[in-house]
């Protein structure tokens, strides 16, 4: 039995029917030009059918904050505009209170934790809206629903944790790689596993992750650069990851990226093609994470580096004196 990509083994255009396509997929497996896809082992899929399910109750979440904020604009309150995170402390009071019947606007922002940083005044000013009772009701069991949902997602981190018992020292290690965090950790390994047998290089990874850019070329002429269509759940975890890991002070992810935003742009599929690669090794050789720091990439000829930059600052118009460092 093989799992194939559909793409690669799609029928020759015209003729399109079942018994074509049966003959066309027979005739592929006879001569041993279909590639069988990755299977992961049943734990492994058991805990990818846990991570992705939290994904979607995330998105839940995600999906009735915003109902919250177009009831919250319709009846003229912003408290979005001074409150960075309504379902946080502050705001959760808030909304209760609203959910109670409370109309008084300093009342309201009196609930507001002193730690806050929009001032008093702007909060009441913020709350000052014209509530009615269907209003209150809408934000009421959108609430509701959020704690419903956030009481199954505890739930659901219990049940990841008992199932990533086995792969603790992979989440362990993986952890240490900057942009990396535990629910990142935990998803990698339920995308890939731990076992990297099942790709023979890092670039087999990437390709397979859609990380790596498309061959798009027609006449010798490259049209577009996009990375590939795949991966929909590992994607867009990692690009997170990467912007995370450019941010972080003293590492090669950071130079990496800054390098190819001086050139071609902020490409974060890049960096994240980068750090896949990493994640790679360390769970293939059973490493731990060495960062290269900034220096990795230091110039092969520092002086025509260093006689570069003051060409390009003197066509700024200024005088430029260089001296080697003692």
């Known amino acids: 039995m093989i799992l194939a990509n559909a793409a690669h083994i799609r029928n020759v255009p015209g003729r399109k029917s079942d018994v074509n396509d049966a003959t066309w997929i027979a005739e592929l497996l006879a001569h041993g030009l279909i590639r069988a896809s990755f299977v992961p082992p049943q734990p492994i899929q058991e805990l990818r059918d846990l991570t992705r399910t939290r994904k979607e109750l995330t998105r839940e979440i995600v999906r009735h904050t915003q ?60 709350l000052d809206g014209r509530i009615r009772d269907h209003h209150r009701f809408l934000i009421g069991q959108h609430l509701k629903t959020i704690e419903q949902v956030e009481t199954t997602i505890g739930e659901f981190d219990a049940r990841i944790e008992a199932a990533l018992a086995p792969f603790r020292d992979a989440i362990e290690r993986l952890k240490d790689v900057p942009g990396i965090s535990q629910t990142a950790a935990q998803i990698v390994i339920a995308e890939i596993g731990v076992d990297m047998s099942q790709f023979p290089s890092a670039d087999h990874l990437i390709s397979w992750a859609g ?25 867009p975890v990692l690009v997170q990851s990467a912007l995370a890991a450019s941010r972080k002070k003293n590492s090669s992810f950071k130079t990496r990226y800054h390098a190819l935003k001086g050139r071609v742009g902020p490409k974060k599929a890049a960096v994240a093609a980068n750090l896949l690669r990493v994640i790679y090794h360390m769970l293939k050789d059973g ?18 580096a260093a006689a570069n930059l003051a060409n390009r600052i003197r066509a700024l118009g200024y005088q430029v004196d260089i001296r080697r460092a003692a």
């Open 67 to 126: 109902r919250i904020h177009a009831v919250l604009e319709e009846a003229n309150i912003k408290l979005a505009s001074v409150i960075t995170d309504i379902l946080g402390l502050s705001g959760r009071r808030m909304l209760k209170a609203i959910v109670a019947g409370e109309t008084d606007a300093g009342r309201l922002a009196g609930l507001g934790s002193s730690r806050l940083a929009a001032p008093r005044e702007a909060l009441v000013a913020a």
């Open 211 to 235: 990380l790596c850019p498309r061959l798009d070329e027609s006449a010798g002429k490259r049209r577009s650069t996009r990375v590939r269509k795949g991966a929909t759940w590992l994607k």
């Open 287 to 304: 490493t731990c994470y060495q960062d290269l720091g900034e220096a990795y990439r230091r110039p092969h000829n520092p002086a025509r």
